[in-house]
């Protein structure tokens, strides 16, 4: 497996690295966050990156798309992570157009993928509920027959983007218990469909997400993603995918903020010396960049598994996500030690990035669950 960028994705990744400096600076995230804008991001901004062909990367050339891979897509949210971006790539890109492109019918993947492409419709994907915790089949939304049709009844919580989505992708069940794999249908669900309620909910980073309830929500056979009942394994694989990509993310986000900080560390006098020049900041500061060259690694072995299809793909994804929880984390944690009581104000952007690592580590599974999950999978 190669673990280094090929020449044409070091020439995106260089784009990307441009265009994201100039157009989407942290201010920019401040300014959403003070006047607390309820879409969260700029329609605008989705726009552009959807011309210069970044929303549609994963999809297929006849539907707008690229046609290129997950490492590719891999380095745009990258750059997009050292700037804490808002857009909603995790949503509509590694979430629900994902869903979409790996089991969604030709008349569905018509309907909806052409306008992904184009940065004019959002998707995204309803799976979590009140107790599924980061069991992706853990879920007791059910989906009645009734005739030609399916009703569908249930709560979902911290559905990315949710507010602003255009058609939502529902996990239900319509065979099964709580916790089988087998029993779960996929269905692909309008946002004013009657019986859908939305409430607006705000992480704490600053991003949104959505409680989505569906009273009697009734939709069509030509609703279902795949083959009903058999939505558990494609939910997984969709949620592996998405994982990967919020790795490549992550990994962007830390390594941002470790550099603010060893610029901090360079200039910051005490003693009338640089602070950096101290043996125990040194130290601290060598673990983190081997936290994040490890992380770094765990990651582009995690996305060009998931272009390879290859057969360890979620143990490879479970290894990066438990590397880059904890040196994400740690990253953010260790800047704010070192900027020192200047960290703990909201005039630095370190904290910012703190807020972030926090989300981005429960999301899909934090690193204990990871850990399990990878020594689980490897018969351990």
Known sequence: MQLVLTEEQELLAKTASDFVREHSPLARVRALRDRRDEVGFSRALWKQMAELGWVGIRLPEAYGGAGMGMADLAVVLEQLGRRLAPEPFLSTVLLGSEALRLAGSEAQQRA????????????????????????????????????????????????????????????????????????????????????????????????????????????????????????????????????????????????????????????????????????????????????????????????????????????????????????FVLAANEAVQMFGGVGMTDEYDVGFYMKRARVAEMCFGDAAWHRERWARLGGY
Request: net charge negative.
């Open 112 to 327: 909806w993928l052409p306008g992904v492409a184009a940065g004019e419709r959002l998707l995204t994907l309803a799976w979590q509920e009140a107790r599924s915790r980061f069991d992706p089949c853990r879920i007791e939304t059910w989906a009645e027959p009734d005739g030609s049709e399916f009703v569908l009844t249930g709560e979902k919580i911290q559905v990315p983007d949710a507010p602003v989505a255009d058609a939502i992708v529902v996990a239900a069940r319509t065979g099964g218990s709580a916790r089988d794999e087998t029993g779960i249908t996929l269905f692909l669900v309008p946002r004013d469909a009657a019986g859908v309620s939305i409430t607006r909910q705000t992480r704490i980073d600053h991003r949104n997400a959505g409680l989505v309830r569906l009273d009697g929500v009734r939709v069509g056979a030509d609703a279902v993603l795949g083959d009903p009942g058999d939505g558990g394994r494609l939910l997984q694989r969709v949620v592996d995918h998405a994982t990967a990509g919020l790795c490549a993310e992550m990994l962007g986000a830390m390594s941002q903020v470790f550099d603010d900080t060893l610029e901090y560390l360079k200039t910051r006098l005490q003693f009338g010396v640089p602070i950096g020049s101290f043996q125990g900041l040194k130290h601290r500061a060598a673990r983190l960049f081997m936290e994040l060259e490890l992380a770094r690694s765990a990651t582009m072995a995690a996305v060009r598994a998931v272009d390879e299809e290859a057969p360890d793909l979620a143990r490879l994804v479970s290894l990066a996500k438990a590397r880059c929880s904890d040196a």
